[in-house]
């Protein structure tokens, strides 16, 4: 489980191996590549509502939103990826969901 000072951190070091910033929501193929990308790696964190230059631009999920990126692990990715965590937090007044992605097992992961 990620807490608000990580996610804090997180953005001050900006994106790299383990951290990406989507400023608005993906299209699904979209989210479906970076979940599949750190599944293959090390795991991962996305948050969405930061964009490209670590400036906080907010994101207030729906819940059709939080159902389309579950979706997107389950339906897009093979094999699927269904023990995604999400939370929401509120940095500088604005929200922002961040999405963990877990390591995933000796398989390989793809869209």
């Known amino acids: 489980m990620i807490n608000i000072y990580d996610v804090m951190e997180m953005i001050k070091m900006g994106e790299g191996w383990k951290v990406d910033f989507k400023a608005s929501?993906?299209?699904p193929a979209?989210?479906?590549?970076?979940?599949?990308?750190?599944?293959n790696?090390?795991?991962g964190t996305i948050l969405i509502g930061v964009d490209d230059s670590k400036r906080v631009v907010g994101f207030k999920p729906t819940k059709e939103d939080k159902d389309n990126i579950l979706r997107a692990g389950r339906d897009s990715c093979r094999p699927p990826l269904a023990s995604l965590e999400m939370e929401e937090f509120i940095i500088d007044g604005k929200s922002i969901l961040a999405i963990r992605v877990p390591e995933g097992s000796s398989e390989v992961y793809a869209t």
Do not use: N, T
Request: aromatic content about 6%; charged content about 5%.
């Open 25 to 27: 929501p993906p299209k």
């Open 41 to 43: 790696h090390q795991g």
């Open 30 to 39: 979209s989210i479906a590549s970076s979940l599949v990308a750190f599944a």
